[in-house]
Nanobody
Framework: QVQLVESGGGSVQAGGSLRLSCAASTYTYSSYCMGWFRQAPGKEREGVAAMHTGIGSTYYAYSVKGRFTISQDNAKNTLYLQMNSLKPEDTAMYYC??????????????????WGQGTQVTVSS
């Protein structure tokens, strides 16, 4: 069982930055695909970025490529999402998720087994 706890959400003006964190409660952290997903009201959940914690491969949604960066600190079992040049359309609840295998991308998260509680990101114009 993997427990995921997100933090770092908040409100920011367009053009600003936020960094989300996802702390994972497992010593087998290095063998997972970890992803960030988001869901805005009335919209489907979408994959934002993913990273295989062992291989280091990264994946991004086209809408965030060049603005968001996914990274990890293996010593802390923590995944990050650095979000720069934020836009109002980035407003959503952001979730961290994990699956114990290779990364599936693009993805809406259906094959990810473990989920955090989510953290809200609000970008005002």
């Amino acid at each position: 069982q993997v427990q995921l706890v997100e933090s770092g959400g908040g409100s920011v003006q367009a053009g600003g930055s936020l960094r989300l964190s996802c702390a994972a409660s497992t010593y087998t952290y290095s063998s997972y695909c970890m992803g960030w997903f988001r869901q805005a009201p009335g919209k489907e959940r979408e994959g934002v970025a993913a990273m295989h914690t062992g291989i280091g491969s990264t994946y991004y949604a086209y809408s965030v490529k060049g603005r968001f960066t996914i990274s990890q600190d293996n010593a802390k079992n923590t995944l990050y999402l650095q979000m720069n040049s934020l836009k109002p359309e980035d407003t959503a609840m952001y979730y961290c998720a994990a699956r114990g295998d290779y990364c599936v991308w693009p993805s809406r998260g259906d094959s990810y087994n473990y989920w955090g509680q989510g953290t809200q990101v609000t970008v005002s114009s």
